[in-house]
Nanobody, 115 residues
Framework: QVQLVESGGGLVQPGGSLRLSCVAS????????MGWYRQAPGKQRELVAT???????NYLDSVKGRFTISRDNAKNTVYLQMDSLKPEDTAVYYC?????????WGQGTQVTVST
């Protein structure tokens, strides 16, 4: 079974940057896709970015050009670099890992963009 642990959230001013990390452990050998979702208060969870085992990436339109997803296979870690943050980016961010038969979620990390 896969376990995911996120870190890197916090409070940042508009225009600032944060980098989220997600470390995968356990039976990680069948993971073919990883990504980040977010959920703001009163809103549905939405897909922010994904990265495949072949390093193909995909982004939510509203974060294109500001967020970058990457992975370090040696560290079993996926990152989400978030630049030019806006108040509307405030949410709990969740890491996900996809295997052929299941999706695993992390516990979430809070990102707050505010003055």
């Amino acid at each position: 079974q896969v376990q995911l642990v996120e870190s890197g959230g916090g409070l940042v001013q508009p225009g600032g940057s944060l980098r989220l990390s997600c470390v995968a452990s356990g039976n990680i050998f069948n993971i073919y896709n990883m990504g980040w979702y977010r959920q703001a208060p009163g809103k549905q969870r939405e897909l922010v970015a994904t990265i495949t085992s072949g390093d193909s990436t995909n982004y939510l339109d509203s974060v294109k050009g500001r967020f970058t997803i990457s992975r370090d296979n040696a560290k079993n870690t996926v990152y989400l670099q978030m630049d030019s943050l806006k108040p509307e980016d405030t949410a709990v961010y969740y890491c996900v890992a996809d295997e052929p038969s299941r999706r695993t979620w992390g516990q979430g990390t809070q990102v707050t963009v505010s003055t």
